[in-house]
C-alpha cells in the first residue's frame, strides 16, 4: 500500500520519531551547521571567545600549499577509487557469478578484509611496505627488480600511492558484492538468448549485461566516490598524520583543529569536504528513490 | 561429437574457475597470512631473519597470552564491548523506532525526512569531529564512555532507519490493519507483531553495526583521552609508537582485535552481505 501524503494519522508518527531524530539533528545536523558557522570564525582554543573573520579562512585556505596538497591526494583516492576497485570488482562478480561447488567459500573469504578495522589493515600493511624486511621490496627484489625496490611510506613521492592501494585492497570486495547483487538481477535466459544470435562474449557482455547493472554501477562509483572523502583511519594508521605529503581533505581537517587547534580554519576544510561530497549523496538519494518507484513499493 | 566438445568445454572452464579463484583469494590475502605469521613468532626470529614475510620457524603461542595480560590487550578489547554493545543495542531500538513511523504512518514529511536520515549517513563523517568534540564537552560527556556511545547510537540511526524502513515496506500491511481493527494501538503492534516478524532483519542490522561500531578508531580517538578507556583499534593505534619494533606483539594483538567481528561475520555471512548491499541495489 502506497503512502499518501496527508497528516492522516496525526500525531502519532511523531510520538515514535522523537527520540530518534531529536537525537540524530543533536549529533548529526546541528554540528553540520555548527562546521558552517565555525567556518567563518577565528578560533585559536576552544576557549578563547569568537571571532568572525567572513571569508578569512577560505582566502587562507586557496593561497595555502599544504591545502592544494591534502586536496590534490583526496583526487587522487577518488580517482583510484573509481577506477580500479569498479572494474576489478566487476571482474571478480562475474568469476563468482556461477553455481559451481565450493563458490560460497571463496566469496566469503574475498569478503574477509571488509571486516577488518582500518587499524589492524594499516598495522599490517606497513609490514608489507617496510624497506628493508617487508614482502613488498622482497617480492620485487626476487623478481631482480631492485630498482624498483622504494622505501614506500618514507617517500613523499609514493606514500599517497602507498595508502590508496590499502584502500583499494579494502574497497574491491564491497564492489564486487554490490555487483554480484547487482548480476542476480541480470535474467539468464537473456544472455543465453545473445550466445543463440550469435553474440560472443565480449559482446554479450557490453551489449546485456553491462546495461543492466548500469544502476549498480551507479550506486558503485558514488559510493566509491564517498568512501574517498571520507579516507582518514588508513593515513592516521600509517603516517600517524606526521607525514604532511600523504595528508587528505578529512586529515588535514583533523590535524589543523586537533594539532594546530585551529578550529575555525579546520571547519573550513570540513565545509570543503562536505561541498565536494553533496553532489554525490543527491545522485544516491535520487538513485534510491527512482529504484522504489520501480519497484512499485 | 558435438556433445563430447561441449562437455569438454564445461570441464575447462570449471577448471579455470577453481584455478582462478583460488589465485585470487590466495593473493587477496596474503596480508592476513602474513599477519598471522607475525604473530607466532619470537622477536629474535623477526630481527634475525630480516624477512616479516617467512613462514614462522618456532610457533609462539604464548606471544597471545603476553599481548593479553602485559600490554593490556584484554583491557582493550573489554572498552570495546563495553562501547559497542549498549551502542548496538541502542540505535537498534531507537532507529526501529523511526522507521516504523516512516514505513507505516502517513504524513506529510515522511519523505523528507527519510531523505535527512539518508544523507545524514552519507555525509564525511569526520566534519561532525569538532561541533561533537566541542557538543560533548559542554554536556560534560568528554572522556567518558557514555559521550562516544550516544554519538554511534546517533549517527548510526541514519543508516539502521533506512535499512530497517525498507524491511518493514515489505511486511503485508494487512496484518497492521487487521491489528488496527481489533483496536490494538500503535505501540503494541510495533512491539508484538512488527518486531517479532523483523527479527531476521534486525539480526542483519546488529550483525553489521557491531563490527562498524567495533572497528571505529576516530569517535574514541577525538572523545577519549585516557588509556584505560580507550578501545582496541585505538590500542593498537597507540602500539605503532610504542612498541615499533614488538611487531609480533602488535600482530597478535591485532589478531584478537578481528577475532570477535571475524566469527560474527562467519556465522551470520548472509545477514552481512544482505545489509551492505541495502539501498544500493534492488533486490
Not at chain 1, 590534490?72 to 580517482?79: G, Q, V
Not at chain 1, 586529515?251 to 565545509?271: C, E, H, K, L, R
Given at each position: 500500500?502506497a503512502?499518501q501524503?496527508?497528516?492522516?494519522?496525526?500525531?502519532r508518527p511523531?510520538?515514535?520519531?522523537?527520540?530518534?531524530?531529536?537525537?540524530y539533528?543533536?549529533w548529526?545536523?546541528?554540528?553540520?551547521?555548527?562546521s558552517?558557522?565555525y567556518a567563518?570564525t577565528?578560533?585559536?582554543?576552544?576557549?578563547?571567545d569568537t571571532?568572525?573573520?567572513?571569508?578569512?579562512n577560505?582566502?587562507r585556505m586557496?593561497?595555502?600549499?599544504q591545502?592544494?596538497?591534502a586536496l590534490?591526494?583526496?583526487?587522487?583516492?577518488?580517482?583510484?577509487?573509481?577506477?580500479?576497485?569498479?572494474?576489478?570488482?566487476?571482474?571478480?562478480?562475474?568469476?563468482?557469478?556461477?553455481?559451481?561447488?565450493?563458490?560460497?567459500v571463496y566469496?566469503?573469504?574475498?569478503?574477509l578484509?571488509?571486516?577488518l578495522?582500518?587499524?589492524i589493515?594499516g598495522?599490517?600493511?606497513m609490514w608489507?611496505?617496510?624497506?628493508?624486511s617487508?614482502?613488498?621490496?622482497?617480492?620485487?627484489?626476487?623478481l631482480?627488480l631492485?630498482?624498483?625496490?622504494k622505501?614506500w611510506?618514507?617517500d613523499p613521492?609514493?606514500?599517497?600511492?602507498a595508502l590508496?592501494?590499502?584502500?583499494v585492497?579494502?574497497?574491491v570486495?564491497?564492489i564486487?558484492?554490490?555487483?554480484?547483487?547487482?548480476?542476480?538481477?541480470?535474467p539468464?535466459?537473456?544472455?543465453?538468448?545473445a550466445?543463440i544470435?550469435?553474440?560472443?562474449?565480449?559482446?554479450?557482455?557490453t551489449k546485456?549485461?553491462?546495461?543492466?547493472?548500469?544502476?549498480?554501477?551507479v550506486?558503485?562509483?558514488t559510493i566509491?566516490v564517498?568512501?574517498?572523502?571520507?579516507?582518514?583511519?588508513?593515513?592516521?594508521?600509517?603516517?600517524?598524520?606526521k607525514?604532511?605529503?600523504?595528508?587528505?581533505?578529512?586529515?588535514?581537517?583533523?590535524?589543523?583543529s586537533?594539532?594546530?587547534?585551529d578550529?575555525?580554519y579546520?571547519?573550513?576544510i570540513?565545509?570543503?569536504?562536505?561541498?565536494?561530497?553533496?553532489?554525490?549523496?543527491?545522485?544516491?538519494?535520487?538513485?534510491?528513490?527512482r529504484?522504489e518507484?520501480?519497484?512499485?513499493? | 561429437?558435438?556433445?563430447?566438445?561441449?562437455?569438454?568445454?564445461?570441464?575447462?572452464?570449471?577448471?579455470?574457475?577453481y584455478l582462478?579463484?583460488t589465485?585470487?583469494?590466495?593473493?587477496?590475502?596474503?596480508?592476513?597470512a602474513?599477519?598471522?605469521?607475525?604473530?607466532?613468532?619470537?622477536?629474535?626470529?623477526?630481527?634475525?631473519?630480516?624477512?616479516?614475510?617467512?613462514f614462522?620457524?618456532?610457533?609462539?603461542?604464548d606471544?597471545?597470552v603476553?599481548?593479553?595480560t602485559?600490554?593490556?590487550?584484554?583491557?582493550?578489547?573489554?572498552?570495546t564491548i563495553?562501547?559497542t554493545?549498549?551502542?548496538?543495542?541502542?540505535?537498534?531500538?531507537?532507529?526501529?523506532?523511526?522507521?516504523?513511523a516512516?514505513?507505516?504512518h502517513?504524513f506529510?514529511?515522511?519523505k523528507a525526512?527519510?531523505?535527512?536520515?539518508?544523507?545524514?549517513?552519507?555525509?564525511?563523517?569526520?566534519?561532525l569531529m569538532i561541533?561533537?568534540?566541542r557538543?560533548?564537552?559542554?554536556?560534560g560527556?568528554?572522556?567518558?564512555?557514555?559521550?562516544v556511545?550516544?554519538?554511534?547510537?546517533?549517527?548510526?540511526l541514519?543508516?539502521c532507519?533506512?535499512?530497517?524502513?525498507?524491511f518493514?515496506r515489505?511486511?503485508?500491511?494487512?496484518?497492521?490493519?487487521?491489528?488496527?481493527i481489533?483496536?490494538?494501538?500503535?505501540?503494541?503492534i510495533?512491539?508484538?507483531?512488527?518486531?517479532?516478524?523483523?527479527?531476521?532483519?534486525?539480526?542483519?542490522?546488529?550483525?553489521?553495526?557491531f563490527?562498524?561500531?567495533?572497528?571505529?578508531?576516530?569517535w574514541?580517538?577525538?572523545?577519549l583521552?585516557?588509556?584505560?578507556?580507550?578501545p582496541?583499534?585505538?590500542?593498537?593505534?597507540n602500539?605503532q609508537?610504542?612498541?615499533?619494533?614488538?611487531?609480533?606483539?602488535?600482530?597478535s594483538g591485532s589478531i584478537?582485535?578481528m577475532?570477535?567481528p571475524?566469527v560474527?561475520?562467519?556465522?551470520?555471512?548472509?545477514?552481512?552481505?544482505?545489509?551492505?548491499t541495502?539501498g544500493?541495489?534492488?533486490?
Amino acid at each position: 500500500m502506497a503512502i499518501q501524503r496527508q497528516n492522516r494519522d496525526g500525531w502519532r508518527p511523531w510520538a515514535f520519531l522523537a527520540l530518534p531524530l531529536a537525537m540524530y539533528l543533536i549529533w548529526v545536523y546541528l554540528p553540520i551547521l555548527r562546521s558552517f558557522g565555525y567556518a567563518f570564525t577565528k578560533r585559536d582554543s576552544l576557549l578563547y571567545d569568537t571571532v568572525w573573520i567572513g571569508f578569512g579562512n577560505f582566502i587562507r585556505m586557496f593561497g595555502d600549499p599544504q591545502f592544494y596538497v591534502a586536496l590534490k591526494n583526496n583526487l587522487a583516492w577518488l580517482l583510484c577509487f573509481v577506477l580500479v576497485p569498479i572494474p576489478l570488482g566487476l571482474l571478480i562478480a562475474m568469476l563468482f557469478n556461477n553455481s559451481y561447488r565450493g563458490n560460497r567459500v571463496y566469496k566469503t573469504l574475498f569478503y574477509l578484509p571488509m571486516t577488518l578495522s582500518f587499524a589492524i589493515i594499516g598495522t599490517i600493511w606497513m609490514w608489507i611496505y617496510n624497506p628493508d624486511s617487508g614482502l613488498l621490496n622482497a617480492f620485487l627484489r626476487a623478481l631482480g627488480l631492485d630498482g624498483l625496490a622504494k622505501p614506500w611510506l618514507g617517500d613523499p613521492r609514493f606514500m599517497t600511492g602507498a595508502l590508496v592501494a590499502v584502500g583499494v585492497w579494502r574497497q574491491v570486495p564491497y564492489i564486487m558484492i554490490l555487483y554480484l547483487a547487482g548480476l542476480q538481477g541480470v535474467p539468464v535466459e537473456l544472455v543465453e538468448a545473445a550466445t543463440i544470435d550469435g553474440a560472443g562474449w565480449w559482446q554479450r557482455f557490453t551489449k546485456v549485461i553491462l546495461p543492466i547493472l548500469a544502476p549498480a554501477t551507479v550506486i558503485s562509483v558514488t559510493i566509491s566516490v564517498i568512501d574517498s572523502l571520507r579516507a582518514f583511519d588508513i593515513i592516521y594508521v600509517m603516517t600517524n598524520t606526521k607525514a604532511r605529503a600523504a595528508e587528505v581533505l578529512a586529515s588535514y581537517m583533523y590535524t589543523s583543529s586537533f594539532q594546530y587547534q585551529d578550529y575555525g580554519y579546520g571547519s573550513a576544510i570540513a565545509v570543503i569536504q562536505f561541498l565536494i561530497t553533496l553532489g554525490f549523496i543527491l545522485v544516491y538519494i535520487n538513485r534510491t528513490f527512482r529504484d522504489e518507484k520501480e519497484s512499485g513499493l | 561429437m558435438n556433445l563430447h566438445g561441449e562437455k569438454k568445454r564445461a570441464a575447462v572452464l570449471r577448471t579455470g574457475f577453481y584455478l582462478a579463484s583460488t589465485a585470487l583469494v590466495a593473493f587477496w590475502l596474503i596480508p592476513l597470512a602474513l599477519a598471522f605469521f607475525t604473530s607466532v613468532k619470537s622477536m629474535d626470529e623477526i630481527m634475525g631473519e630480516g624477512a616479516m614475510w617467512a613462514f614462522p620457524k618456532d610457533w609462539r603461542f604464548d606471544n597471545y597470552v603476553k599481548v593479553w595480560t602485559s600490554v593490556g590487550m584484554g583491557r582493550y578489547v573489554l572498552n570495546t564491548i563495553i562501547i559497542t554493545v549498549p551502542s548496538v543495542v541502542g540505535t537498534l531500538a531507537l532507529s526501529s523506532l523511526a522507521a516504523f513511523a516512516l514505513a507505516f504512518h502517513s504524513f506529510r514529511l515522511n519523505k523528507a525526512i527519510l531523505v535527512m536520515f539518508i544523507a545524514g549517513m552519507l555525509i564525511p563523517f569526520q566534519m561532525l569531529m569538532i561541533p561533537v568534540f566541542r557538543f560533548t564537552d559542554g554536556i560534560g560527556l568528554m572522556n567518558t564512555r557514555l559521550g562516544v556511545i550516544l554519538f554511534h547510537i546517533a549517527f548510526q540511526l541514519g543508516f539502521c532507519t533506512f535499512f530497517l524502513r525498507n524491511f518493514f515496506r515489505q511486511i503485508p500491511f494487512s496484518l497492521l490493519e487487521a491489528s488496527r481493527i481489533d483496536g490494538a494501538s500503535d505501540f503494541r503492534i510495533y512491539w508484538q507483531i512488527i518486531l517479532p516478524v523483523a527479527k531476521p532483519s534486525l539480526a542483519a542490522l546488529a550483525v553489521l553495526e557491531f563490527t562498524w561500531i567495533w572497528n571505529d578508531l576516530l569517535w574514541s580517538l577525538v572523545l577519549l583521552q585516557s588509556d584505560r578507556l580507550k578501545p582496541v583499534t585505538l590500542g593498537l593505534a597507540n602500539m605503532q609508537g610504542e612498541f615499533i619494533s614488538y611487531y609480533n606483539m602488535t600482530a597478535s594483538g591485532s589478531i584478537i582485535a578481528m577475532i570477535l567481528p571475524l566469527v560474527f561475520f562467519l556465522m551470520f555471512q548472509r545477514y552481512f552481505v544482505r545489509g551492505m548491499t541495502v539501498g544500493a541495489v534492488k533486490g
